[in-house]
Nanobody, 119 residues
């Protein structure tokens, strides 16, 4: 069972940057993909970005391309989400999730971290 712990959320102003971290433990993590999702009040949870821990293959939602960068530190089993040029519409609870690269669903979720961007 993979455990995920997020950190790095906070309150920033529009245009600022923030970096989130997702520390993973348990399981054979080289087989896993870590992803970030977010959920704004009154909206459905949406995919933000993902990265495979072994090869570092990335994928992004169109809404964050060019502003957000996902990376990983294999030695620390940690994925990072660098968020630049933040907008008020980026305000949400950000969740880290994990699945094996062969799976189609995310079986493991973190507790979430709040990101608030003021205008």
């Amino acid at each position: 069972q993979v455990q995920l712990v997020e950190s790095g959320g906070g309150l920033v102003q529009a245009g600022d940057s923030l970096r989130l971290a997702c520390a993973a433990s348990g399981g054979t993590l080289t087989r896993y993909l870590l992803a970030w999702f977010r959920q704004a009040p009154g909206k459905e949870r949406e995919f933000v970005a993902s990265i495979t821990l072994s090869r570092g293959t990335t994928n992004y939602a169109d809404s964050v391309k060019g502003r957000f960068t996902i990376s990983r530190d294999i030695a620390k089993n940690t994925a990072y989400l660098q968020m630049n040029s933040l907008k008020p519409e980026d305000t949400a609870v950000y969740y880290c999730a994990a699945r094996t690269v062969l799976s189609s669903s995310y079986a493991n979720w973190g507790q979430g971290t709040q990101v608030t961007v003021s205008s």
